[in-house]
Each structure stands twice: as C-alpha cells, then as structure tokens.
T-cell receptor, first 113, second 111 residues
C-alpha cells in the first residue's frame, strides 16, 4: 500500500463529455504528478503540481487541466473527451527529500465511447 | 531532455533462471533512475532506485540493478525467477519535475 488513493476506479464517458478524476496523496507529500497509460504502453507524464502550482507539463493539450488543494489532494480534469483519451490514469505523490521517488495509486480506468 | 529505452518488450524465462531486463537512459543531467513493477489492474510499485553513491542497488523481492554511466545503462536482474515475478516492468528516469518511463517489458515465467 502506497497511501495514494484514486477515485473512481472505473469510469465510462462518451465523446465530447468532461471528466474529473481525483487523487489523495500520501500523507506529507507536497508534490503530485499525473500520468496517462494507454493499453500496452508506459505511463506518459501529463503534469505535476507542487504546493498548488503547476510545476511541469508534458505534451498534452490544454483540455487536460489540474488542481492541487491545500491538503495536497488533487484533481485531473479532461474536457471535450476524445476516443484516444481512453486509458489508465495514474496519480503519484512524492517528496523532494525522498529523492523524487513517486508513489503511485492504483489508477482510474477511463473508457470513452 | 531525458528518456529511457527498454530493450525487449517481452522476456520469457523458466522458473529458477536468471532474469535480465535491459534499460538504457539518456539524460543531460545526472539521472535519478528507477525500476517499477506493475501487476494486472494495479498501479506501479517501486522495486529500486539509483540516485547517487553505490552503483549497485538492491531492491525488493531479490531484484537488483547496476548503474553504468559509461554504458548509460541500468539493467535489472534477479538470480532466480519465481512465478510471482510475472508482471510488467518499467524503467524510468527523473530530473525532479517529471518522470519519463520506458515502454515496459512484460516478464513471463514458465514452470
């Protein structure tokens, strides 16, 4: 158990809809990162938040956005869903003092129909 | 820019045999390197990490990896495979603000 929890575990949406995924970080971790893992591929970095500010972003369009809250929980929002957004979305929390080790949640499986 | 390349998308070994999963990295700064394991329908679990210091790092479940700067490699090994080692393995490199993963290697263990 990593102490990182994600909700929901599974989600089905239709193309064009919007979705919000949630993540609760490991206690004391002030950094959260989100990844997209398509079937059969490695996780792809979406963005990272540090103390409620975006701290880095991968090659994802602006319709992927996020929030980090004072209690370090976070959200990933995706607007105008496309079929290719179907994937496992992983949240990971970390603490710089631990050498950038990222602790992953079990993920949210999003299916876009 | 940082990246990793995992050589071999599938590796199959017999139970009790040596496991060797290959990873090469590219980094413009001293890298932090990681190996993670993913079981079906689960998130990623850290096996081991290299930050600084000793180049041979030991992880959980009997796995170890050696950082070789001259070869830009960070291969994962285990002397004797167990059926429970069957999973997807990911090598990753980090410079702090993000983590870049390889495409993964699926390990199959035959009885």
């Amino acid at each position: 158990e990593t102490g990182v929890t994600q909700s929901p575990t599974h989600l089905i949406k239709t193309r064009g809809q919007q979705v919000t995924l949630r993540c609760s970080s490991q206690s004391g971790h002030n950094t959260v990162s989100w990844y997209q893992q398509a079937l059969g591929q490695g996780p792809q970095f979406i963005f990272q938040y540090y103390r409620e500010e975006e701290n880095g972003r991968g090659n994802f369009p602006p319709r992927f956005s996020g929030l980090q809250f004072p209690n370090y929980s976070s959200e990933l929002n995706v607007n105008a869903l496309e079929l290719d957004d179907s994937a496992l979305y992983l949240c990971a929390s970390s603490l710089e003092a631990e050498g950038y080790i990222q602790y992953f949640g079990a993920g949210t499986r999003l299916s876009v129909l | 820019a940082q990246s990793v390349t995992q050589l071999g998308s599938h590796v199959s070994v017999s139970e009790g045999a040596l496991v060797l999963l290959r990873c090469n990295y590219s980094s413009s700064v001293p890298p932090y390197l990681f190996w993670y394991v993913q079981y079906p329908n689960q998130g990623l679990q850290l096996l081991l990490k290299y930050t600084t210091g000793a180049t041979l790092v030991k992880g959980i479940n009997g796995f170890e990896a050696e950082f070789k700067k001259s070869e830009t490699s960070f291969h994962l090994t285990k002397p004797s495979a167990h059926m429970s080692d069957a999973a997807e393995y990911f090598c990753a490199v980090s410079g702090g603000d993000d983590m870049r993963f390889g495409a993964g290697t699926r390990l199959t263990v035959k009885p």
